[in-house]
């Protein structure tokens, strides 16, 4: 099983490990990250979360070639606050998100994340979910489907295309990925599938977001985990598209700004100061080199932040 982790040694350094800590990993995914950080805990403990019980199972597998110095949780990782209350843990010294999907679910045409491989309508992370692609396409009405398209998928030709799916699914319902795909290219204008990439991948951009709720747990999920940092905990983010870089820069912005009412102040209580810094004022971006043996890596980018009091 091929999965090549993003920016895999910028984090690890990112999160300044600790051999006692304890990490977690927010997005285990296949273990790439959670892998690395295991290796370097003599006494400390890792805690990984996912959805997807296939990814829990084998990162289960390949954590354990390692050290059994970890506990992986099959749930959303909104649960993280009661899962660690659970273990005990009420502090953390380092918190990784990777919100890219990962190379085996792109790569596994029944997951139905591709766009170029058939497979039903599908695209959920949590397979024990009863929502999917399928309820998005054939269910949405016209101005819902062209919301989504717009937000989530930032498509120009939102409108058109959803316009194209309620008038094609009207004749039948649209069952598979190579169908929607095909009408959302039937959808497309001319000149803009001049300018590269396949007319499909912001519109299955925007259908996997809302069936998995991406946005709103991103951004609850960041605010609950910044609380649980210890002074000097680490916190690194790998978003793979403008939106979420958009919250995780804000939410960054939010939490290690002075508030404007005391900038200038000569003397301002350390009480009132922020409790976090960040580490990277322009995020990390892959390496030419990363980029090339790593077509998927291109679009990511790293915001560290740091609890400092």
């Known amino acids: 099983m091929k999965h090549i982790s993003v920016l895999l040694d910028e984090c690890i350094n990112g ?17 790439g990250h959670s892998s690395e950080i295991l290796k370097r805990l003599k006494n400390g403990f890792l805690y990984a979360f996912d959805k997807d019980i296939d990814a829990c199972n084998y990162s289960k597998e390949r954590l354990n070639l390692i050290s059994n110095h970890f506990k992986i949780f099959n749930t959303a990782n909104l649960n993280i606050k009661t899962c660690l209350e659970n273990e005990n843990v009420t502090k953390v010294d380092g918190i990784l998100f990777d919100f890219g999907v990962s190379s085996v679910e792109l790569d596994e045409a029944s997951r139905g994340f591709s766009y170029i491989k058939d497979a039903k309508l599908d695209m959920r992370m949590d397979q024990k979910s009863d929502f999917s692609a399928y309820d998005v ?18 498509e120009k030709n939102a409108n058109r295309i959803a316009r194209k799916i309620v008038e094609q699914r009207s004749i039948k319902p649209i069952e598979t990925t190579i169908e929607l795909a095909n009408i959302i290219d039937l959808a497309t204008p001319y000149k803009d599938k001049r300018n590269g990439g396949h007319p499909a991948k912001k519109v299955f951009q925007a259908i996997r977001i809302e069936v998995n709720n991406e946005l709103e ?25 403008s939106l979420e870089d958009r919250i995780v820069k804000n939410i960054f912005k939010e939490v290690s700004e002075i508030d404007p009412f005391l900038k200038g102040l000569p003397n301002i209580d350390k009480n009132l100061l922020p409790d ?20 998927r890596s ?10 400092i009091k």
């Open 15 to 31: 999160l300044n490990i600790k051999e006692n800590g304890i990490y977690v990993d927010m997005t285990l995914g296949y273990a």
């Open 137 to 154: 396409v054939n269910n949405y009405d016209e101005a819902k489907l062209s919301k989504i398209f717009k937000i989530y998928g930032e």
């Open 217 to 241: 747990e991103l951004e609850q999920a960041l605010k609950t985990c910044l609380k649980l940092l210890n002074v000097d905990g680490r916190m690194c983010v790998i978003s793979f598209h």
């Open 276 to 295: 976090y810094e960040i580490i990277t004022n322009k995020p990390i971006l892959p390496s030419e080199d990363e980029i090339n043996y790593n077509k």
């Open 298 to 307: 291109k679009s990511a980018k790293l915001r560290i932040i740091k609890r």
